[in-house]
T-cell receptor, first 114, second 110 residues
Framework: SQTIHQWPATLVQPVGSPLSLECTVE??????LYWYRQAAGRGLQLLFY??????ISSEVPQNLSASRPQDRQFILSSKKLLLSDSGFYLC?????????????FGPGTRLTVL | EDQVTQSPEALRLQEGESSSLNCSYT??????LFWYRQDPGKGPEFLFT???AGEEKEKERLKATLTKKESFLHITAPKPEDSATYLC???????????FGQGTILTVHP
């Protein structure tokens, strides 16, 4: 069966510090991968998605970036965090090249920027 | 632009009191409508995918239905463990991208 991991689970960082969040998927090959941010425990905002290694699409202009160095690894980064970057970050995967877009989510990372 | 609106924002029920959550949507070319359950501090858990008007799916006390403009999540005889935020999302013509609603916070009192 497929499993998706995210770490760390929680993170407290000062303003201006760098960020690196990691997501890995097990049990599937060539997945589509996604990064979302969820503010105030409600709606999800798509930040980045990737259909393959090195292929990243950005949905929202911001000081965050994403990379996909391996097929089942997705990384969210920032050089300098802002207060507004606080939130719950979710990674998701879906099967590529099918008629369904069902996405499966990881456990999330709670980021607090002070 | 795809849009999803969920109502009500919050719903309080007594155990055993059946009710429905609404998800209204506008989308260019529906590829799928998705329901998720999210517990506090956790990632969304997939419940259902519906593809065409008239389709229905069931899982335990939950039943999801779909029309051309909205979807309902019916909860029959809910239990306190059904308390969670329920999220609705649609997939449109942009392959792989989902648009989410703001969710309905369901609280079931014993």
């Amino acid at each position: 069966s497929q499993t998706i991991h995210q770490w760390p689970a929680t993170l407290v960082q000062p303003v201006g510090s760098p960020l690196s969040l990691e997501c890995t998927v097990e049990g599937t090959s060539n997945p589509n991968l996604y990064w979302y941010r969820q503010a105030a425990g409600r709606g999800l905002q798509l930040l980045f998605y990737s259909v393959g290694i090195g292929q990243i699409s950005s949905e929202v202009p911001q000081n965050l970036s994403a990379s996909r160095p391996q097929d089942r690894q997705f990384i969210l980064s920032s050089k300098k965090l802002l207060l507004s970057d606080s939130g719950f970050y979710l990674c998701a995967w879906s099967v590529r090249d099918t008629s369904t877009d069902t996405q499966y989510f990881g456990p999330g990372t709670r980021l607090t920027v002070l | 632009e795809d849009q999803v609106t969920q109502s009500p924002e919050a719903l309080r029920l007594q155990e055993g009191e059946s009710s429905s959550l609404n998800c209204s949507y506008t989308v260019s070319g529906l590829r799928g409508l998705f329901w998720y359950r999210q517990d506090p501090g956790k990632g969304p858990e997939f419940l259902f995918t519906l593809y065409s008007a008239g389709e229905e799916k069931e899982k335990e006390r939950l039943k999801a239905t779909l029309t051309k403009k909205e979807s309902f999540l019916h909860i029959t005889a809910p239990k306190p463990e059904d308390s969670a935020t329920y999220l609705c999302a649609v997939g449109g013509t942009s392959y792989g991208k989902l648009t989410f609603g703001q969710g309905t916070i369901l609280t079931v009192h014993p």
